[in-house]
Nanobody
Framework: QVQLVESGGGLVQAGASLRLSCAAS????????MGWFCQAPGKEREFVAT????????YYADSVKGRFTISRDNAKNTVYLQMNSLKPEDTAVYYC????????????????WGQGTQVTVSS
């Protein structure tokens, strides 16, 4: 079992930056792949970025490549999403999730989810 708590969301203007954090409980965090997903109003939840258990492999949605960076600190049981050059279309609730195989493929089954943090980007 792992519990995930996201933080760092907020209201910003287009072009600004935010860093989301996801703190995980449990001793098995370092063996899990982690991911960030988002859900905008009226839309399905979608993949943003994932990272393998070592941090050696990362995957990004095309819409965020070059703007967002996922990273992790296994000593702190925390995964981050650095979001730069934010656009109004990035507005969504962002969720952190954990995947037990450790590989971090975007289409894998993510078993544990946080409650989400709202990101709102104004134009």
């Amino acid at each position: 079992q792992v519990q995930l708590v996201e933080s760092g969301g907020g209201l910003v203007q287009a072009g600004a930056s935010l860093r989301l954090s996801c703190a995980a409980s449990g001793r098995t965090f370092s063996s899990y792949a982690m991911g960030w997903f988002c859900q905008a109003p009226g839309k399905e939840r979608e993949f943003v970025a994932t990272i393998s258990w070592t941090g050696g492999s990362t995957y990004y949605a095309d819409s965020v490549k070059g703007r967002f960076t996922i990273s992790r600190d296994n000593a702190k049981n925390t995964v981050y999403l650095q979001m730069n050059s934010l656009k109004p279309e990035d507005t969504a609730v962002y969720y952190c999730a954990a995947e037990t195989t450790g590989w971090g493929f975007p289409n894998a089954r993510y078993d544990y989810w946080g409650q989400g943090t709202q990101v709102t980007v104004s134009s």
